[in-house]
């Protein structure tokens, strides 16, 4: 069974930063790929960033050159490093594992103020 937990949202200014954490249990972490999703009140779930087991990254177009997701293995956690935050950016924010199947987080809350 896998298990994810996310942590490092918070409240923050536009323009400001925040890094979120989610450290994985089980066995599959480095060779799952891993994935950061958002759910931003009333809009459906949105795939925010990409990182697959060799590294190889992938981001929506609403954050790239802002957000950078990063994994390290050794101590089974994936990041995902945001930069000049923008009030759009408020969401709940969901980590994901996919190997065979998806695992969930249970989401941590990221609010951009104006």
């Known amino acids: 069974q896998v298990q994810l937990v996310e942590s490092g949202g918070g409240l923050v200014q536009a323009g400001g930063s925040l890094r979120l954490s989610c450290t994985a249990s089980?066995?599959?972490?480095?060779?799952?790929?891993m994935n950061w999703y958002r759910r931003a009140p009333g809009k459906q779930r949105e795939l925010v960033a990409v990182?697959?087991?060799?590294?190889?990254?992938n981001y929506a177009d609403s954050v790239k050159g802002r957000f950078t997701i990063s994994r390290d293995n050794t101590k089974n956690t994936v990041y995902l490093q945001m930069n000049s935050l923008k009030p759009e950016d408020t969401a709940v924010y969901f980590c994901?594992?996919?190997?065979?199947?998806?695992?969930w987080g249970q989401g941590t809350q990221v609010t951009v103020s104006s």
């Open positions: 994901n594992a996919f190997f065979f199947r998806d695992y």
């Open positions: 990182i697959n087991s060799g590294g190889s990254t």
């Open positions: 089980g066995s599959i972490f480095s060779i799952a790929t």
